[in-house]
């Protein structure tokens, strides 16, 4: 099994990290493919029985100056491509504009979307639940995963979620 996930989410949550904690492999490029599917793809995390590439959609987050609606375009026909999309957000910073720039653009999303609590490790447990109860009455998700992407708690369970849905 095989397939496509976008990871998105507002700066600094943490979708670096996440990437480079799963990801034991940089993938070969394959020289032949224009650049702009090339820088695309993060990386390729793959075991046995599945592999998942993950990639990148630059164009979903709030622009600094106004991009053209041809990014915003562009975004949306990569997310309605892909086999599942994870949407990562801070655990400790909460809810915020940012976020729901990307809730909007998701309404248009018809793939199943995962929400990542990150930085799970910041937090109190007691102060996890309303956060999910927030995130719970915005968006209809697939499923909600908390994690911390620096020490690693809870990625492996994500990772079976995720290869469930290839
Ligand atoms: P990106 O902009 O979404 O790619 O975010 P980064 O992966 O660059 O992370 C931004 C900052 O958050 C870095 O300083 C990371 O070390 C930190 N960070 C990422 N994940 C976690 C986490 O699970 N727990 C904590 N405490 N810090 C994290
Ligand atoms: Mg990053």
């Given at each position: 099994k095989s397939g496509f996930m976008a990871i998105i989410g507002r700066p600094n949550v943490g979708k670096s990290t996440f990437m480079n904690?799963?990801?034991?492999?940089?993938?070969?490029?394959?020289?032949?493919?224009p650049q702009t599917t090339r820088n695309k793809i993060q990386g390729v995390y793959t075991q046995q029985d599945a592999q998942i590439i993950f990639i990148d959609t630059p164009g979903i987050h709030k622009p600094k100056h106004r991009l053209g609606d041809f990014m915003v375009k562009t975004a949306e026909t990569t997310l309605n491509e892909v086999d599942a999309i994870l949407?990562?957000?801070?655990?400790?910073?909460?809810?915020?504009?940012?976020d729901q720039y990307i809730l909007d653009r998701l309404q248009n999303i018809k793939r199943p979307v995962f929400l990542i609590i990150n930085k799970v490790d910041?937090?109190?447990?007691?102060?996890?639940?309303?956060?999910?109860?927030?995130?719970?009455?915005k968006c209809k998700f697939e499923e909600i995963v908390p994690i911390s992407a620096l020490q690693g708690n809870n990625v492996n369970h994500l990772l079976d979620m995720l290869k469930q849905h290839l």
């Open positions: 904690n799963v990801i034991g492999q940089k993938i070969a490029i394959m020289s032949d493919k949407f990562m957000i801070d655990a400790k910073e909460g809810y915020g504009k940012g910041l937090i109190h447990p007691d102060d996890l639940f309303p956060l999910i109860e927030l995130y719970r009455n």
